[in-house]
């Protein structure tokens, strides 16, 4: 095994005891990008310069015997919609294709502050808005387990790094599932706190009330390491929860038994594909084998989530990508223009795909004075009914498991010409960001040679009992120490 397949938990232990460097982590980080990159294209930049200065200040710390994070000279990637200080963020899209952001978002900033290495900006859907990286104007990213399917989306970049060893962590971004289904798709773990744990300063906003940063890791600790750095109140971010913050990693020594796990049966009906079903079911047993107690429950708004989120998230999309007009970042259209106007319109015709412009028009629509009321007002009170849902079940429950993809991984091509087919992949993620909740997508075993996840749900602000979940099953299949 090499370096760059070792999780962050076993690379700062060796860090730590002086066995290898950062420098020697992160050669091999680079080693491996310029042997897969070509083939998965799960980078829109490489920050190689940086990450090797950044490796070598790593190191002098572990030499001068300073006290140090977990996250010292551990190389990360972030999505390419967090903006970084004098670095390219280009949110997959052309209108920012040329976009260097004077600050660092806080997550970075702390991650940064934690002596983590910065690899590079990974791939995405533009502004996030798809399941499958296939929306992103740099081309998409291929899952590295089979190159002809898709690696999920819309943090495709950072799941598809962190499965093939081109980074060890890294930072997704979660306003529907963006983290969950990527790394479901890509084998690997990733969890999308609760809204307000992280700030959201400095992430290039899709839809303000939706969005969250995430972590994505090999395994349940190297999540829980990223997300004792990113978490936290910031003034930054009126949004971000004044709240205490736990040490994460203490809530991997709880074993799980006598938790009550619950099995929501909207999420088990018609539409899943039965293997994944099957796969999912064996993780419950498990957790049964072990000590929890298993319960049906009942979230009867399910089958609204997936109509009122893409009204939702449309409708704030489309106020959020107004700013983008030529004048303040980005892209400029020149060629032909005489007024400002044509200026605007040029610019936002050329910039924007295909994706973009159809949830501005239809985010657009539903804010029109005509149509607020029954469209968006309406899909806020079904919000209202989803969260209601949860809080009931809550006061019966420690964690929810269900599926986090309806089908396996599907073939690069095989959606993108049929939006609303891409639209039901989100079915089992998107009720989670429309109520706030944190949950985790796990690996759960493999269909035709491609991997399947299962999501652990919790309540709010409860993340330590997601990852206590999450790491009892690492333990049960003999994965994670
Ligand atoms: N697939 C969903 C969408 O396109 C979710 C994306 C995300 O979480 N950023 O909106």
Do not use: W
């Amino acid at each position: 095994m090499e370096l760059c397949d070792c999780t962050a938990a076993e690379l700062s232990t060796m860090l730590r005891k002086g066995e290898v460097s950062s420098k020697e982590i992160t050669e091999s980080v680079l080693k491996r990008i310029d042997e897969k990159e070509k083939e998965l294209n799960a980078y829109i930049t490489v920050t190689r310069d940086k990450a090797l200065s950044q490796a070598e200040i790593a190191d002098k710390r572990f030499n001068k015997k300073q006290k140090v994070s977990l996250l010292n000279g551990i190389p990360i990637a972030l999505k390419d919609n967090l903006c970084t200080k004098s670095i390219l963020t280009t949110c997959g899209s052309k209108i920012l294709e040329n976009y260097i952001p004077p600050y660092d978002a806080t997550a970075v900033n702390k991650v940064f502050q934690e002596g983590a290495v910065l690899i590079g900006k990974t791939n995405l859907d533009e502004f996030g808005m798809g399941s499958s990286t296939e929306n992103s104007a740099f081309g998409p990213t291929r899952n590295p387990i089979n190159i002809a399917f898709v690696a999920g989306g819309s943090s495709g970049g950072s799941a598809a790094a962190v499965a093939a060893g081109e980074t060890i962590l890294a930072l997704g971004t979660d306003t529907g599932g963006s983290v969950r289904m990527p790394a479901a798709y890509c084998g690997v773990v990733g969890i999308k706190p609760t809204y307000g744990r992280v700030s959201r300063y400095g992430l290039i906003s899709y839809a303000s009330s939706l969005d969250q940063i995430g972590a994505l890791g090999r395994t349940v600790e190297d999540c829980a390491i990223l997300l004792n750095a990113i978490c936290g109140y910031d003034k930054y971010d009126s949004t971000s929860a004044k709240i205490e913050k736990p040490n994460f990693l203490d809530s991997l020594k709880k074993n799980i038994k006598g938790l009550k796990i619950g099995l929501p049966k909207e999420y088990f009906i018609e539409g899943l594909d039965l293997q994944i079903k099957d796969k999912i079911l064996k993780a419950v047993k498990l957790f049964e084998e072990n000590g929890a107690v298993i319960i049906d429950i009942s979230l009867p708004h399910t089958k609204y989530a997936i109509s009122a989120y893409y009204l939702i998230a449309p409708a704030e999309a489309s106020s959020n990508l107004a700013r983008y007009d030529g004048v303040k970042y980005g892209l400029r259209a020149t060629e032909n223009i005489t007024d400002s106007l044509r200026m605007y319109e040029e610019t936002r015709n050329l910039g924007f795909g295909k994706e973009v412009k159809r949830r501005i028009i239809l985010g657009t629509y539903v804010l029109s004075a005509g149509y607020y009321d029954a469209y968006y007002l309406k899909a806020q009170k079904v919000r209202t009914l989803i969260k209601n849902d949860f809080d009931q079940s809550f006061e019966k429950v420690d964690v929810i498991i269900t599926p986090v993809t309806p089908t396996p991984p599907f073939r690069l091509g095989e959606k993108i010409a049929d939006p609303l087919k891409m639209y039901l992949m989100d079915v089992y993620t998107v009720s989670l960001n429309m109520a706030g909740l944190p949950g985790m997508s796990l690996n759960c075993g493999m269909i035709d040679g491609l991997p399947v996840g299962f999501q652990i749900i919790g309540k709010p602000f409860d993340e330590e009992m997601v990852l206590r979940v999450g790491h009892a099953y690492e333990l049960f299949v003999g994965r994670g120490a």
